[in-house]
């Protein structure tokens, strides 16, 4: 395909053509500099000039030789992915998890903090640039050599203007979130729901791979859902799709302003926990609800009802979910990958029953790093490789 000529200032026309040689090398994988020379129609000196360059600003780097095509061997290119860094981050209300990773988006570093004030946003702001300085204390990594950071977030955010419209557990309600975080880090910044982040992790490098529509429906502190259509993310005219928790599924309470949807109140591992007070007097902090539910079902009537109640109501949050959006895909994630065999097949009964068309049901495979993977994902997203050569 021929490329448009370039137009414009010197600088703006050398910054389009070393781009496009970024993305032929980053494409190939390992490239030579006739065959990128060949691909976008610039001049072997041209090339050759712009490839010296970016070698120098460690961008790309020389790996080899490749094979003659009827005259001198070629030397390969390959793109430096340790050139710059990433950092992502998830508060998940009451746990700031961090990491840093390179621009294949694989670790360098984690940090982790339980954070002693979760509803104060002065504090998690300091959390987190302490966590920074944690992350690239272990990694080694210049500031300088920082892209970006994605910072995953409980509540409504809009992130074309920054601001966290709803979230509780911080009390950043309408407030512009990301410019204080730039501000204070010196870093640009993604800000997102943190379910969201989860579901971009597990859709790029988990179970959702290869899937155009899933749904991922999370349950902890809360209750959340991200939702991916025809491969782009929904969010709603304000940005508040996938807030399930507010579904009408559970008793009805009068909701005040800073409280909890009626699902999630009732049926979050904190809710599950306020049902089972009596029951699992016992359980140990950390430990999950459900896998102790399960263990004593066989022996205990009353693990067993309240068990079967859980399961029973998160199928009513997917039906709803399923008659709506008909997903080919719905992830269960946080609390409900604990869900045994016969729990999900349970869940799968009573969904043939309700609906007409049922999706693959599968459980989260990235964990804890989800979020993270999406955070960071999020970063790579949103600062493509022009970003990298603004960075001289």
Excluded at 56 to 65: A, H
Excluded at 146 to 167: D, E, P
Excluded at 198 to 217: A, F, I, Q
Aim: aromatic share 6%.
């Amino acid at each position: 395909m021929r490329v448009p000529k370039k137009t414009g200032s010197s600088k703006r026309v050398k910054n389009l053509n070393k781009e496009e040689v970024l993305q032929q090398v980053i494409m190939h994988g390992q490239i030579s500099r006739a065959d990128i020379s060949k691909q976008t129609q610039l001049s072997r000196p041209c090339v050759s000039s712009l490839v010296d360059e970016m070698i120098q600003e460690g961008l790309l780097y020389e790996v080899g030789i490749g094979e003659s095509k009827g005259g001198r061997k070629p030397i390969l290119l390959e793109y430096n992915y340790q050139a710059y860094a990433i950092v992502g981050a998830i508060f998940d209300g009451s746990t700031l998890e961090m990491a840093i990773a390179d621009l294949r988006g694989e670790f360098l570093a984690r940090f982790s903090k339980r954070l002693a004030q979760p509803d104060n946003g002065e504090t998690v702001i300091e959390d987190l640039a302490a966590g920074l300085e944690r992350l690239l204390e272990k990694s080694g990594i210049a500031r300088d050599r920082l892209l970006g950071m994605g910072v995953g977030v409980q509540g409504v955010t809009q992130r074309n203007s920054g601001t966290v419209s709803f979230s509780p557990s911080t009390g950043w309600m309408g407030s512009p979130i990301q410019q204080t975080i730039e501000a204070r880090l010196g870093l640009p910044v993604i800000i997102d729901n943190d379910v969201n982040m989860m579901t971009l992790g597990e859709y790029v490098r988990g179970v959702g791979v290869g899937h155009s529509n899933v749904v991922y429906m999370y349950v902890g502190t809360g209750i959340g859902s991200g939702i991916i259509l025809d491969g782009q993310f929904y969010r709603g005219c304000r940005e508040a799709a996938g807030e399930i928790g507010f579904m009408m599924i559970g008793p009805v309470h009068n909701r005040i302003k800073r409280a909890a949807g009626v699902f999630e109140t009732h049926y979050s591992v904190p809710g599950i926990m306020q049902q089972a007070k009596g029951l699992l007097s016992d359980l140990q902090e950390g430990s999950s609800v459900i896998i102790e539910l399960i263990r004593r079902a066989p022996q205990d009537a009353e693990a067993q009802q309240l068990l079967v109640d859980v399961y029973r109501h998160w199928a009513y949050g997917m039906a709803n979910i399923i008659s709506v959006l008909n997903p080919e895909l719905l992830i269960l994630s946080g609390e409900m990958v604990h869900v045994d065999e016969e729990g999900v097949k349970r869940i799968h009964d009573w969904l043939t029953e309700w609906v007409p068309e049922v999706p693959r049901l599968e459980k989260a495979s990235l964990g804890e790093q989800a979020g993270l993977i999406g955070a960071v994902h999020s970063v790579l997203e949103a600062f493509p490789s022009t970003r990298l050569l603004d960075k001289e």
